[in-house]
Structure formats: structure tokens, C-alpha cells
């Protein structure tokens, strides 16, 4: 979830490119078009009232980090819109058992084009009862990351890409093409900007829609999936599909919820961070007007900590009000989970009716105890309270509580929600700059505000 501007979209990243030429090896410098190609070798039972959400990745499992040579995280790409996807040349991957012998995290560093910005980018792996790999949302396939795939011993069986937004959609055809017979699952309604390219020109062929609460799925027994899928709220719609693993009570989603956490993913290099931790042009920028030392950055745990926090307030909020000072921003936006403000301000905001029905179907059909997003921590210890209370902010847009009768857990709700809903508003002014402006040239819709449904 780089922070690149998002017309229609949460996501900077989801600002779709104008090209995608992709190989079938494991690097690529894009895809393929109809076979023309370029290529490169090389809980308890009941918890009705809200529990306090806690993020964990090293404390969610075994923690597998492959002994090989940087050959082996070679990825070539320099693809994107507005801004190309980094890193251009090695992607780290780590591996985390969530649950013991069913689920699996895969996640890698993905940077912002030139910039010293990176988050993680997460792949989900489920073994099903088949014995066989449900895939949700393909990261690179390196020779890394297929090696930590096939040492699971379980052939790959269905690759799902959960959404339109091109950070996710880029990896699935390379992907796919290192496990040929799995069946590839897309969310529907896809798209593309600025030009709206076919799926075959990311390198994915013989597709399959997902469908809302589709039970004829192969896997239907043990995941359940719902579909958010908006009126346009831009030049195009926000799509994304939420799947319920029923076994473990695992909800996954892709940019619907982040839970950002104190410390950054191990992922990330120590070099990003470092870089983060200069006092470049942007920290210049947005200082407050304080003067801006100039000494050099020395590798220890205090900067790369700082690096990391001004990374997240640029991927949260575009341009944050102190890059120089982030420590209480970050204080805020840590530790708790919410709702990105981009993905709130962009899209969320402009139809909140779509989205609130979204949330009522999944709280109320599934009774999940952790969340597992493509983004931040996870797996995140969240009761469906605490999922709501991330939402909060919908019930002020639709001026309805869509209760009947008042509880104390609706209560203890509601306050969380404030909390959650809750982001600096000296962070937010270039965002909300951005969003005035973006519907005065027609490019993203009005924010809903008041009205009933």
C-alpha cells in the first residue's frame, strides 16, 4: 500500500499502469500480451463486548528466513503508475506459519518508486482439507519465494487475486505461471488506469469471476467470500473481496483494515529505513518551519525507528505535518486497528452505503477472531467489535446508528470507533487538499454526508 496518489482508489499503489510486461521466469520487466513477451533469465467463546486488538508477526508462529544467496530474490521491475514499484532488482521473503500446519504469510518489501518509502506486501497461503494451496494475493515470485511455497509440499491449487489494484494484480501472472495447473480466481470487474488494459496483458489468462457468497466455489466448504464492489467512485469502482477461513476464524481482506505496528516488518531493509531516516527534501518540506539538521545517519535501532515512522505517515497521509518530528502522529496511527485515511477519504467516504452493507454481511455472518490484511501486522487479534469499531466513522456519514435498541457493547463500540476513526487533523489537511481538489475537476466523487439509507 505505497503511497502514490489514488484517484479512485485507497491505495496509492492501485493507480493502475500503463504497462505490464511480464516474463515468465522469475523476474520480469512487466508480462506478456497474448504470447508476446519480453523475457530475463537469471479468542474466548464469547466476546460480544470489544477486546483490545493486539498485532503480532514474530509472535504468530515460526518465522522461516531462507538461506539463500541474493540470486535468489532477483525481480526485475520498474513498472507502475504514477510511480514505478521497488524494489527494482532483489524482494526478500520472509515465511510465517500463522496456524500450525494450515496457514502460512509470505511478505516482502514494496517501495515506492524512487522514493525512501516501503511497507510490506503480504501473500496468505491456506492448505484446504484437499491437501492442496489456496493462494490469496501473489507477491513476486522469486526463486526465494516459490522455494518456501513448494517446502509446504502441497501443490498450489487455486492463485486468488482479491482485487483491482495493480500492486497485487502485477504478480499474479508470473505466479501462476510457476504452478501451470492451479486454477487462477479473480474479484470481478476489473480495471485498469489510465488505460483499462484486459487481464491478458498482465499475463493471466482463463480467469475465473469470484462471486458474492458464491457457494459453488471449489473451496466453498472452508472459505466463504463476500464482494465489495462500489458505483464508481472515480474513474473507475473499488473492488475488493473478503474471504472467511471457517476453520480457524480467519478473515482476510486486502485494504479494507491495516493495523500498523510500533516496529517495522522485518521485511524491510535496513537500508530503506535508514534512507527513510534522512533529512531529504521532504523532511525540508514538511518540518513545521523548524530548522533541519544535516548530519549524517548512523545505523542504530533509534533511526532506523525513525525511518519506519515516517514511512507509514507518508503512505497514510501523502504529507503528514512533521516529517522531522514523526513520533506523536505515529503514536496515534500505531497500535490500533482503522481504516487507512486514503482509503477513507478517497473511497470509502464516497459510498458509504456500499460499504457499511459490506461490513454488516461479514459481522454478521462470520464469527472471526483474527484478521490477516495484504498490509502492516498480521495476524491481527480482532473480535468483530473491534472490526466495526473501524467503521465508525460510516455511521456519522449515513447519520443513522442502524440500531434499534441501545448496549453496553454497541456503547463500548462506538467509543473504540472514535478512537479509530480518530486521525491528526494537521496530518490530514494535504490529504483533504487533495480530495477537494480532486472533485472540483470530477476525477473522485463528494463525500456522502448525512444522508439516510
Not at 345 to 362: A, G, M, Q, Y
Not at 401 to 422: C, D, E, I, Q, W
Request: aromatic letters at 10%; a positive charge; hydrophobic letters at 45%.
Amino acid at each position: 500500500m505505497a503511497a502514490a496518489i489514488a484517484v479512485s482508489s485507497p491505495n496509492p499503489t492501485i493507480l493502475q499502469n500503463l504497462i505490464a510486461i511480464r516474463d515468465s521466469s522469475s523476474g520480469f520487466f512487466g508480462g506478456t500480451l497474448n504470447g508476446f513477451s519480453f523475457q530475463l533469465k537469471s479468542r474466548s467463546r464469547k466476546r460480544d463486548i470489544s477486546t483490545l486488538v493486539v498485532a503480532s508477526s514474530s509472535a504468530a508462529g515460526d518465522i522461516t528466513r531462507s538461506s539463500k544467496s541474493d540470486s535468489g530474490r532477483f525481480y526485475l521491475n520498474f513498472t507502475g503508475f504514477p510511480f514505478p514499484l521497488g524494489p527494482f532488482l532483489n524482494r526478500r521473503t520472509i515465511r510465517t506459519e500463522v496456524v500450525k500446519g494450515r496457514i502460512w504469510l509470505f511478505e516482502q518489501e514494496q517501495a515506492l518508486g524512487f522514493s525512501s518509502v516501503s511497507t510490506n506486501i503480504r501473500m496468505t497461503v491456506i492448505k484446504l482439507k484437499s491437501g492442496g494451496l489456496w493462494v490469496h494475493a501473489p507477491i513476486a515470485p522469486t526463486k526465494e519465494c516459490i522455494q518456501l511455497v513448494k517446502e509446504l509440499a502441497a501443490p498450489v491449487e487455486y492463485i486468488i487475486l482479491p482485487t483491482f489494484a495493480y500492486e497485487h494484480k502485477i504478480f499474479v501472472g508470473p505466479f501462476s505461471r510457476k504452478f501451470p495447473r492451479a486454477q487462477i480466481w479473480v474479484a470481478p470487474r476489473q480495471w485498469s488506469w489510465p488505460l483499462n488494459l484486459p487481464l491478458a496483458f498482465f499475463g493471466i489468462f482463463r480467469a475465473k469471476t469470484l462471486i458474492d457468497e458464491d457457494l459453488s466455489t471449489p473451496w466453498a466448504d472452508e472459505i466463504e467470500q463476500k464482494v465489495l464492489s462500489s458505483p464508481e467512485v472515480g474513474i473507475g469502482p473499488y473492488v475488493e473481496v473478503a474471504f472467511y477461513h471457517k476453520p480457524s476464524r480467519t478473515l482476510l481482506v486486502t485494504d479494507a483494515v491495516i493495523f500498523v505496528p510500533r516496529k517495522p516488518p522485518e521485511c524491510i531493509s535496513k537500508e530503506s529505513l535508514l534512507a527513510s531516516a534522512k533529512n531529504g527534501l521532504a523532511v525540508k518540506i514538511l518540518s513545521k518551519g523548524k530548522e533541519v539538521p544535516q548530519e549524517p545517519v548512523v545505523d542504530n535501532p533509534m533511526n532506523q525507528q525513525k525511518g519506519w515512522e515516517r514511512m507509514v505517515l507518508q503512505i497514510l497521509f501523502l504529507g503528514p505535518s512533521n516529517l522531522l518530528e514523526p513520533n506523536a502522529s505515529f503514536a496515534q496511527m500505531s497500535q490500533k486497528l482503522i481504516v487507512s485515511p486514503i482509503v477513507k477519504t478517497l473511497v470509502f467516504s464516497k459510498v458509504p452505503e456500499k460499504v457499511r452493507d459490506w461490513i454488516d454481511r461479514i459481522v454478521c455472518d462470520w464469527r472471526f477472531r483474527r484478521i490477516i490484511p495484504a498490509h502492516f501486522a498480521a495476524p491481527i487479534n480482532a473480535s468483530r467489535s473491534d472490526f466495526l469499531a473501524a467503521f465508525a466513522f460510516l455511521d456519522d456519514l449515513l447519520g443513522e446508528r442502524y440500531v434499534t435498541r441501545p448496549s453496553l457493547s454497541l456503547l463500548f463500540t462506538s467509543l473504540m470507533g472514535k478512537a479509530a476513526s480518530y486521525f491528526p487533523p494537521d496530518d490530514m489537511k494535504t490529504l483533504s487538499s487533495l480530495d477537494e481538489f480532486l472533485v472540483s475537476v470530477g476525477a473522485v466523487k463528494k463525500t456522502v454526508s448525512g444522508q439516510k439509507r
